[in-house]
């Protein structure tokens, strides 16, 4: 019968060998975490647990979701926040019970309790996962985008924030009206100088409510940047099998992920923070190369290889990765397009880093689906790919692979792959990109007018001659087949 409980905090005693540690006091919240997605839960939320654990603090996390998703805040409510983490590796199933979360709340109905925490002295950190979208930032200038609809609607009601730039804005300027010491904003998404990004973002949004608020801003509040990893997949029921199986109670919101994590971060909390580096975080001065590297080692090979496999019909990651000519077209990439372009410390072995992520990839227990990061391309490929094409333009060199990669991603905005199987398009500029891909009759036609799209493509992309010359040649050989493409890239040297 037990198997039929819920997994809960009075049920912690029970679960000895599946906490990180059986010592625990439950701490007060000290941090507030907008974005409380899978990542969030099977990363920062254990680092930020196990610095509890080595050195004890009132750390505990209260995690909002932006999206009003109350069923998710109801399930982890009921479980009075915990949740399992079922990590998935070579070497098996591994299922940890998590305790750092505290509370949950779903925006915007609980707006003003959102709102007492955020003024409240003792939370001292605010951090995100609210992905590349989340940011509402205007691609060419950094600033808000101002005409986003979520964020005209903020400055209209500044009180009644919903986005990112509103709700941290109308908790900064309580803070500050108050006389109390602002939080640090902590940004965790995969953007390039993710802390400096977000800040220029508030700075801009907060400058059309307040001048003077802006430039307390600036000068108040830190905004470290931070380079977070793990792979981290949506849950599915055999996660939730994994959970029972191992607590003998049920857990209806665990996470998967794999055994491998980091976390480079920015050491800069006035306020203080979680002795995140007793749990192995880096605590660094510049987070900016770890992050670079990342972005366009790990992020920039993930999206190549999911649009590739959304045309291929390769489900997900570790059938990609296994497909040897793709394997060999990524390894190309990464070696030959990719590492020349990073500037990392001496310590930093690229080529180490490179077959680390290969051996990643290739982790069959974890089901990391293509379609899932196949989401949001608009957001994701210029960090990811169009930043490397850039320095590698600039220095006269070669880009066939990357642009293997933008061509994969027109051809996939088409919404079928090469076996004709039809599947949905997730993005902010689905309506406009999809018009584009499914109107544009030839391969010319469909690269000028994707090279057009000034929010993706800065100047010095869309005027290169070169990347036009490389995308057609790519666009042609996808013409052929995927997985023709795909051995054919393969090939190179
Ligand atoms: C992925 C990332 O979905 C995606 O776009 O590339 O979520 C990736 O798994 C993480 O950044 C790994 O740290």
Redesign the pocket.
Known sequence: MTDTLQLSRARLDDLRGHLLSPDWREPEIGIVHLGIGN?HRAHHALYTEEAMLAQPGDWGICGVTLQGDVSKRDALMAQDGLYSVVERGPAGVRVTVARALREVLAMPFDRARLFELLADERVKIVSLTVTEKGYCREAQTGDADFSHPGVARDLAHPNEPSTVPGILTAALRARRDAGTPPFTVLSCD?LSNNGAALRQVVCSYASRLDEGLSAWIAEQVAFPSTM?????PATTEADREAARAALGLVDGVPVPCEPFRQWVIEDRFPAGRPAWETAGAQLVDDVEPFEIAKLRM??AT??TLAYLSMLAGFETISDAIAYAPLRAMIHGMMTHEIAPTLNVPASFDLLAYRDALLERYSNTALK?RCA??A?DGSQ?MPPRIFSTMEARLAAGQSIERLALAVAAWFVFLRGRSDSGERYGINDPLVDRLTQIAGTADTAERLTAEMLAQRDLFPESLAGSDALRDAVLRALEALQGGTRQAIDLYGRLV
């Open positions: 990542f995969n977070v990893d793990r792979i981290v790990l992020n993930h999206s990391h899932q990061i989401m994701k």
